[in-house]
C-alpha cells in the first residue's frame, strides 16, 4: 500500500489491517515522497507493530505507479501478496482470513469485488457502474475459460508471478494499467478463482474527480489491448454481436412491424436473464439503488468500448505522425 502526505489518517489506515483475525501477514506501506510528518508517524508506528514493515519513495518519477508496485514487491517476504489503496474504506476483520481460504494449489490469483463508496453525483455514480460493469465481464469470462481481471486492487496472488515475467519490463509506457498487465500475461484456465463473498469487498473512499470515468474506460481498453489474440477476438465479437444484433431485429421490426414478437422473443429473453442476473450480483454485493442504470450501462457498454477503442487509435496515430 502506498501513502503520501496522510499524517491526519495513517493512524486510521494502519489501524484497519491491525484488526484482521488472522496472523501470519505483513503490512508493506510504501511512503511516496510525503511533504508532511507521515514519514514520522509510519517510523513510530512500525517500532510498535511487527507486522508493519515501512519504505520510501523519495522523489516522484515519470512511472511512480509501477515504480512503486516494484518496491513493495521488492521487500515483501510473503509468497502471496494483496494490493490495497490508502483510500479503502472499511474493512472486515475476517477479510484475509477468508480470501486466503480461498486458495488451493491449483490457484495462482483470487479476485475479490472492489468499487467506490457511493457518494452524491453523476461522475461518482458513472464511476460505480464502470467498476461494476468490469467485475461482471471479468468473471463472465473468467467463468467461460478466458480469465482477466481489470483491477489490480483486492486481487490476491503469487509473488512470483511479478518476477517471472520480468515485472514491468516493455510495460512501462502503458499509463492506466499496472498490475493487471502482468496478471492477465499469467493467468491460465482454472486457475483463478473470482469470489462475490460481499465480506471481501473493498470500497475506496475516492473525491468526485471530472476525469476518473474517462481514465476507467482508457485503462479497460489499453488492457484489453494487451491481452491475448485469442481472448481480443472473441471480446471483440462478443461486442459486435450484441451492437450488430441489436440493430438488425430494430431495423426489421422497423420494416416488418408484423413480425415484431418472432424477431422479438430472442432479445427479451437476453434481457430478462441479464436482469436476474445483475439484480442477484447487486444484491450479493450490496450495491443498493443502481439496479436500472447498472442494466441499461451494461448494455450500452459495447458501443462505449468501440468508441473509446478508436478515439485512443486516432489520438494514438496523430501523435506518431506529429
Same mark, same amino acid.
Given at each position: ?11 486510521? $489506515?494502519? &489501524?484497519?489491517?491491525?484488526?484482521? /483475525? ?18 514520522? +508517524? ?30 513493495? @514487491? ?8 494483496? @494490493? %490495497?489503496?490508502?483510500?479503502? !474504506? ?48 471479468? &468473471?463472465?469470462?473468467? %467463468?467461460?475459460? *478466458? ?22 519490463? /516493455? =510495460? ?9 498487465? +502482468? ?5 491460465? =484456465? !482454472? ?13 475506496? /473512499?475516492?473525491?468526485?474527480?471530472? !476525469? ?7 485503462? &479497460? ?9 485469442? =481472448? ?28 415484431? $414478437?418472432?424477431?422479438?422473443? %430472442? ?21 443498493? *439503488?443502481?439496479? @436500472?442504470?447498472?442494466?441499461?450501462? $451494461? ?15 486516432? $489520438? /494514438? ?6
Amino acid at each position: 500500500m502506498s501513502v503520501r502526505n496522510e499524517e491526519q489518517n495513517i493512524r486510521e $489506515i494502519i &489501524g484497519k489491517f491491525n484488526e484482521q /483475525h488472522f496472523e501470519d501477514y505483513q503490512i508493506l506501506v510504501i511512503n511516496v515522497h510525503s511533504e508532511d510528518n507521515t514519514d514520522g +508517524i509510519l517510523s513510530v508506528l512500525a517500532e510498535t507493530n511487527p507486522k508493519l514493515k515501512v519504505t520510501t519513495l523519495s522523489q516522484e518519477t515519470q512511472f511512480s505507479e509501477k515504480q512503486i508496485i516494484n518496491i513493495g @514487491l521488492k521487500g515483501s517476504s510473503s509468497p502471496w501478496i494483496v @494490493l %490495497l489503496t490508502s483510500s479503502s !474504506g472499511e474493512i472486515n476483520p475476517d477479510w484475509l482470513a477468508n480470501l486466503n481460504g480461498l486458495l488451493t494449489p491449483e490457484i495462482d490469483l483470487v479476485v475479490a469485488y472492489t468499487n467506490i463508496e457511493r457518494m452524491k453525483g453523476f461522475r461518482n455514480l458513472i464511476c460505480r457502474l464502470e467498476r461494476f460493469s468490469q467485475f461482471v465481464i471479468s &468473471g463472465a469470462w473468467t %467463468l467461460a475459460g *478466458k480469465p482477466f481481471v481489470f483491477n489490480e486492487n483486492n486481487v490476491l496472488f503469487k509473488r512470483t508471478m511479478y518476477f517471472d515475467t520480468l515485472g514491468f519490463r /516493455h =510495460k512501462m509506457n502503458r499509463n492506466f494499467a499496472n498490475l493487471e498487465l +502482468i496478471f492477465n500475461e499469467n493467468l491460465k =484456465k !482454472g486457475r483463478v478463482k473470482i469470489t462475490t463473498n460481499p465480506d471481501l469487498a473493498i470500497r475506496e /473512499h475516492i473525491e468526485d474527480d471530472r !476525469g476518473d470515468h474517462v481514465r476507467l474506460l482508457k485503462k &479497460g481498453v489499453q488492457i484489453r489491448q494487451s491481452l491475448s489474440w485469442s =481472448k481480443k477476438i472473441s471480446l471483440f465479437l462478443d461486442d459486435a454481436t450484441k451492437i450488430l444484433l441489436a440493430g438488425l431485429i430494430t431495423t426489421v421490426i422497423i420494416l416488418h412491424p408484423e413480425y415484431w $414478437i418472432t424477431f422479438s422473443a %430472442l432479445p427479451l429473453i437476453y434481457l430478462i436473464l441479464l436482469a436476474i442476473i445483475v439484480k442477484m450480483l447487486l444484491k450479493r454485493l450490496n450495491e443498493r *439503488k443502481i439496479f @436500472l442504470s447498472s442494466f441499461v450501462y $451494461i448494455l450500452i457498454k459495447p458501443l462505449l468500448n468501440w468508441w473509446f477503442f478508436w478515439s485512443m487509435y486516432l $489520438i /494514438h496515430r496523430r501523435n506518431r505522425w506529429n
